[in-house]
């Protein structure tokens, strides 16, 4: 009430009141901005690791679906008198960079834009689970990748004041079978 008070007051004093209302609110309005900026980039490089890593669990396919049509587990070979594992980690990297238009600069894979780097991503890390060769527990273990890559964007609000957004995405994919 004493700042509508004061916002229709006749003496001067409203103008000043009404510059820092007018700041607050483009105050606050750039670092929404900013929040959906960071949002969106987080939530595109997210989809593309988890295209990624589907496009690797797909490309096992041919190993696993054999193994579990059987009736006994993924993807594993015969090799001389023992099985071995036959999954592969895939070019995870490679796919990333075709999608969302990365180029490496020494262990980072960056986004440029006019300004610089938009965004960098680093720190990829794949893990491949085989279900067991013949699981003797009735717990259903399945085929599945796992990756986690950290995910740095650098704020354009304040110049280098604040730091950069550092996240680690985390994404996992599982082989279902359908029959």
Not at 59 to 81: K, W
Not at 132 to 159: H, N, R
């Amino acid at each position: 009430m004493k700042v509508v008070k004061i916002l229709r007051s006749k003496k001067g004093f409203s103008a000043p009141w009404t510059v820092v209302i007018a700041i607050s609110a483009l105050m606050f309005f750039v670092v929404a901005w900013q929040f959906l900026r960071l949002m969106t980039i987080a939530a595109g490089v997210k989809d593309a690791v988890q295209s990624a890593v589907i496009s690797t669990s797909v490309a096992n396919y041919g190993n696993v679906y054999d193994g579990i049509r059987e009736g006994y587990s993924g993807g594993y070979r015969l090799s001389g008198n023992s099985w071995k594992a036959a999954v592969s980690k895939g070019n995870i990297y490679g796919r990333l960079d075709n999608l969302l238009g990365l180029q490496k600069q020494g262990s980072k894979h960056v986004k440029l834009n006019s300004d610089g780097v938009e965004f960098a991503a680093y720190g990829l890390s794949v893990e491949v689970d085989n279900a067991p060769l013949a699981p003797s527990s009735s717990a259903v273990s399945q085929f599945s990748a796992t990756s986690k890559i950290t995910l740095e964007v650098p704020l354009s609000f304040c110049g280098d004041i604040l730091p950069p957004m550092k996240i680690d995405l985390l994404v996992k994919s599982k082989y279902t079978p359908k029959f």
